[in-house]
């Protein structure tokens, strides 16, 4: 019985006579003898094998070796391709050496170096990878290149002919045809279209809350109160109403309304409000230092802004660190500047008093808020400015229950006295003086002289 070895030299011998090739030595019939002892042969043939079937065929073909090759990391036979085999041509006879026999070759391309640094350098697009990004946080949807673009302004929309001062307008000789009822303007289309968009962002369900939340939202009277309090409540403990953030912390002049709809967001703690916290800090600063707030609830507005702010900063002051210095600033500056009114200046005590102790010390005691407070109130008065400027030194020191006054006979008193005049101003040096521990507290911090 022959082996596989003899047999496919046998084989190799009966292949080349019957191609009448009759001087095929030994040597070149035992060649598959050779290949067959190379280890990196077999695992090729086996690989290829794999590739022929996973093609669903039944012959191997050049490209079954050719990834077989690849796949083993070994270097690809060249010269071989099933879907650009190469033409070969027959080379011109020898006569100096007639028994060479016909010559074939491959005959190679004529590249012109003019033509090839005259066409387009093509760039190999980058290959296919995935990569995770943000489609929404929270309902919002960042700016990304990867998200489709945010819906334009109207503004932005308008034609460049229409608008005032374009060149294409100065040099017209005929005014644009006015709109007519049939048919409107592009501006008003426009406008038209963003409305649509922007009713599309939302939900059925959740734009017939928001209209019915708006409706119950308004100034109450003795009948819609509760209403109103119901809506506050489905704000304060519902969840699922992160779409509806940007719309609810719109400013839209009603400071009580809004004031209770932001004290209601921040205590619902199922919504994320981080990232609306520069659309909550204006309406609540604007509503502390605005000048001219109804004179009958002025006060209450301020005070609740300042809750509001404090419960803010409690919060969210950890995570950002430079938070609460800022606000600290804007409150300082509308305080001692210089033709600031009266209101003005008590929402920022107030603002000062949301903020904390250190706030307040800053504020008045060392930055001379009181004293700018004191030196635009007259002796004795009475007001809500002069209210707060007290309650603002009763959360940084509290009053004793037993008040011993100061006494210009002694020399501690005196110096103490000398001190809050420095400080604070005459005014409230004699809302003070009554109360020794508590003006030495103020001072100092704590009631040793």
């Known amino acids: 019985m022959l082996s596989s070895r003899s047999y496919m030299s046998r084989l190799l011998k009966d292949v080349a006579d019957s191609l009448n090739i009759s001087n095929l030595s030994d040597i070149v019939a035992s060649f598959w003898r050779v290949m067959s002892n190379t280890e990196y042969t077999k695992w090729s043939r086996c690989e290829a094998a794999r590739f022929m079937r ?16 690849r796949v083993l990391n ?7 391709s099933p879907h650009n085999p190469p033409t070969f041509r027959r080379a011109l006879p020898f006569p100096q050496l007639q028994s060479a026999g016909s010559v074939y070759f491959v005959e190679d391309e004529e590249i012109e170096f003019d033509r090839v640094l005259r066409e387009e350098k093509i760039t190999m697009p980058k290959g296919v ?22 819906i334009p302004r109207a503004t932005d929309q308008e034609p460049a002919a229409l608008r005032p001062g374009s060149p294409s307008r100065i040099g017209t000789i005929f005014p644009p045809t006015p ?34 939340l708006t409706s ?27 779409p509806l953030l940007p719309y609810l912390t719109e400013n839209d002049g009603r400071f009580e ?26 309406p609540i600063l604007s509503i502390l230092l605005h000048s001219s707030l109804p ?37 300082l500056l509308a305080l001692i500047s210089p033709g600031k009114s009266r209101g003005t200046r008590e929402g920022a005590i107030r603002g000062l008093m949301g903020v904390g102790k250190e706030a307040i010390r800053k504020g008045l005691v060392e930055g001379g808020g009181a004293k700018v407070v004191g030196s635009e109130c007259m002796p004795g008065e009475m007001s809500m400015l ?18 011993i006054p100061l006494h210009t006979e002694s020399e501690q008193d005196a110096r103490v006295l000398a001190q809050l005049h420095e400080v604070l101003g005459d005014c409230f040096t004699q809302q003070l003086a009554g109360d020794s521990a508590w003006a030495r507290g103020i001072l100092t911090g704590n009631t040793e002289s």
């Open 386 to 403: 002069v209210d707060s400027v007290m309650d603002a030194f009763k959360i940084l020191y509290p009053p004793s229950k037993m008040p």
């Open 129 to 150: 990878n995935w990569t995770a990004h943000w489609l929404a946080v929270e309902g919002v949807q960042p700016l990304i290149p990867e998200n489709p673009p945010s």
């Open 74 to 80: 070994i270097e690809p036979i060249y010269g071989h």
């Open 179 to 212: 709109p007519s009822p049939g048919r409107p303007s592009p501006i008003q289309t426009s406008k038209k279209q963003q409305q649509q968009l922007v009713k599309q962002v939302l939900s059925r369900e959740l734009q017939l809350y928001y209209t019915r």
């Open 295 to 331: 004179p009958s609830h002025a006060t209450h507005l301020r005070t609740t802004a300042a809750q509001i702010l404090s419960h803010l900063l409690t919060h969210y002051s950890t995570t950002y660190p430079s938070l609460s210095p800022r606000i600290m600033k804007t409150l």
């Open 257 to 282: 309304v809004l004031l209770d709809v932001i004290g209601a967001l921040l205590d619902n703690s199922t919504l994320f409000v981080e990232p609306y916290l520069h659309q909550l800090l204006p």
């Open 54 to 69: 996973h093609a669903r065929r039944t012959t191997m073909t050049t490209s079954d070796i050719d990834q077989a090759l």
């Open 216 to 242: 119950s939202l308004l100034p109450p009277t003795s009948s819609d109160q509760a209403k109103r309090t119901a809506a506050l409540a489905s704000l304060r403990h519902d969840a699922g109403l992160s």
